[in-house]
């Protein structure tokens, strides 16, 4: 199975902050990769997906980048509606696979 | 787009079975894979299977492969996830997701349900 490294697994950050979280996957996954927001008590909310594209409707604040085995996702100016967890996925092999997740706390 | 209506809470006994369905609307259900993910309480998500409606074809991570069924009617747009031999560990929110078609390569899950709750408790 390829395993998906996030860093770091919680973070602290304020209105306005340029953020970057880290995935890292055990083996090349060229851009098969995927990221999520969740938010308490809801289902994940697909952001970017093959490592760069913008899901339709999210803002543009959020974007990604990345191949092979290391990627990041990036929010430009935080949001209060963006504290949240953020996953990945990759989907070069099954079993499909997430990061262990990374909270966005306000600080 | 396709929106996703899953079925209700579920308490069930350690060895016991359960049976939770997803049911699309307002889009073409033929056009989309269907994924199961797991999320323990407090938790990450763990992924349990997908299923191509349109062909009735499965496949599943292998660590559920003995306990878990996917199926899909394609006459009322709905999808089953059946897990047996449950234990304690099966706790979790379960959720589906659809992947359309059109980028079923990067399995983006972009439409999901609400998820269902299954509790296992003696």
């Known amino acids: 199975d390829i395993q998906m490294t996030q860093s770091p697994s919680s973070l602290s950050a304020s209105v306005g902050d340029r953020v970057t979280i880290t995935c890292r996957a055990s083996?090349?996954?060229?851009?098969?990769l995927n990221w999520y927001q969740q938010k308490p008590g809801k289902a994940p909310k697909l952001l970017i997906y093959?490592?760069?594209s913008l899901q339709s409707g999210v803002p543009s604040r959020f974007s990604g980048s990345g191949s092979g085995t290391d990627f990041t996702l990036t929010i430009s100016s935080l949001q209060p509606a963006d504290f949240a967890t953020y996953y990945c996925?990759?989907?070069?092999?099954?079993?499909?696979?997430f990061g262990q997740g990374t909270r966005l706390e306000i600080k | 787009q396709v929106q996703l209506v899953q079925s209700g809470a579920e308490v069930k006994k350690p060895g016991s079975s359960v049976k939770v369905s997803c049911s699309a609307s307002?889009?073409?259900?033929?056009?989309?894979?269907i994924s199961w993910v797991r999320q323990a309480p407090g938790q990450g998500l763990e992924w349990l299977g997908r299923?191509?409606?349109?062909?009735?074809?499965?496949n599943y991570a292998q660590r559920f492969q003995a306990r878990v069924t996917l199926a899909a009617d394609k006459s009322t747009g709905t999808a089953y996830m059946d897990l047996t031999s449950l234990t304690f560990e099966d706790t979790a929110t379960y959720y589906c997701?659809?992947?359309?078609?059109?980028?079923?390569?990067?399995?983006?899950?972009?439409?999901w349900g609400p998820g269902t709750t299954v509790t296992v408790s003696s």
């Open positions: 997701a659809a992947v359309p078609a059109a980028t079923d390569y990067f399995h983006t899950m972009d439409v």
């Open positions: 307002g889009g073409t259900f033929s056009s989309y894979t």
């Open positions: 299923i191509i409606p349109v062909l009735g074809i499965a």
């Open positions: 083996q090349t996954i060229s851009n098969h």
């Open positions: 093959a490592a760069v």
């Open positions: 996925q990759q989907s070069y092999n099954t079993p499909i696979t």
